[in-house]
């Protein structure tokens, strides 16, 4: 007589989603420590580093030139993104960032030869109007506990231009054979040694143990985990539209967790300014595969008629 088991296993989209709600905690627990933006760097960047190498090891941890450059453009994103969260909303500071799309499709003409669609003009020129909200509001804004919001929402204009920048060094040819975990080890090592003359020449006061807890859960779980669970969910077969459409949580609840449990309101030019730039990279999204689509089918009738 012959057994068969009924072997459950979790769906691959499961984990892309778990990934995605890690991402977007970021903002809350650098908001919850004490500590300043040079010291959430390099914590966060130290743990994040000893969790990517613990995952990626056994791949080989070695260094070539894209990988070295696509780790100073991960590293910039991510020391960006923390000063911009501690010195700006965070709904400022996660939307300027999701600006990334914009750059892509501004460099990526010029760095992978691909072409410049009417479609990719319209998405940058919304994308560009829904930017210039973020400045319309006052640098005195009650909604941030403390900080300069202009110096917070430049910062994370420049994560959202190293984060586009990061994404295209990806997709180029001589990176596509290479392990892209190792882009976020070394990005994090970067950090914690461009961080440490910061560090010693200010050294924080006090380390609470809310400040470890929240540094730790950044590095281990924001980071490393998710970036595991992410990377674990497109290799069993999540599609990519899939992924970047589950990507779009990350910059919707990051400022509704910090909304509830630190009491920081976005205001309302961010609110409008963020619907536009989530809007316009949403449907480009959706466009691009959908012709992506079509083209596939073109070619396969192609193939057919031959």
Not at 31 to 37: E, G, Q, R
């Amino acid at each position: 007589m012959i057994q068969t088991k009924n072997k459950e296993t979790i769906s691959p989209i499961v984990y892309v989603v778990i990934a995605v709600l890690l991402w977007s905690t970021g903002g809350l627990f650098i908001k919850l420590t004490s500590l300043d933006a040079f010291a959430v760097n390099l914590g966060r960047s130290l743990f994040a580093a000893l969790a990517v190498a613990a995952f990626t090891f056994r791949r080989g941890l070695r260094l070539d030139k894209f990988t070295l450059i696509g780790s100073f453009l991960y590293a910039g994103t991510l020391s960006c993104f923390v000063y911009a969260t501690k010195n700006t909303t965070a709904a400022n500071a996660i939307f300027l960032q999701y600006t990334a799309p914009v750059y892509i499709l501004i460099f990526a003409p010029l760095i992978l030869k691909e072409k410049f669609l009417i479609s990719d003009l319209i998405t940058v020129i919304l994308c560009i109007a829904g930017m210039s909200f973020f400045f319309l509001e006052p640098q005195n804004s009650e909604n941030v506990l403390a900080g300069n919001v202009l110096g917070g929402n430049i910062a994370a204009l420049a994560a959202g231009l190293f984060f586009g920048l990061y994404f295209i060094i990806l997709r180029h040819p001589k990176s596509l054979k290479l392990n892209p975990a190792l882009s976020v080890f070394y990005g994090n090592v970067i950090i914690v040694f461009l961080m440490l003359p910061f560090l010693i020449a200010n050294p924080p006061a006090a380390i609470t143990m809310n400040d470890f807890l929240a540094i730790f859960f950044l590095g281990v779980f924001q980071i490393g985990i998710a970036y595991i669970l992410f990377t674990k969910g497109i290799a069993e077969g999540v599609r990519s539209l899939d992924a970047s459409i589950i990507g779009f949580i990350e910059p919707l609840l990051n400022p509704v967790w910090v909304l509830i449990f630190v009491g920081e309101r976005p205001s309302i030019w961010a609110v409008i300014g963020g619907a536009v730039i989530i809007a316009a990279v949403f449907f480009h999204t959706l466009k691009q595969s959908r012709d992506r689509r079509r083209m596939k089918r073109s070619l396969e009738r192609a193939e057919i008629s031959v």
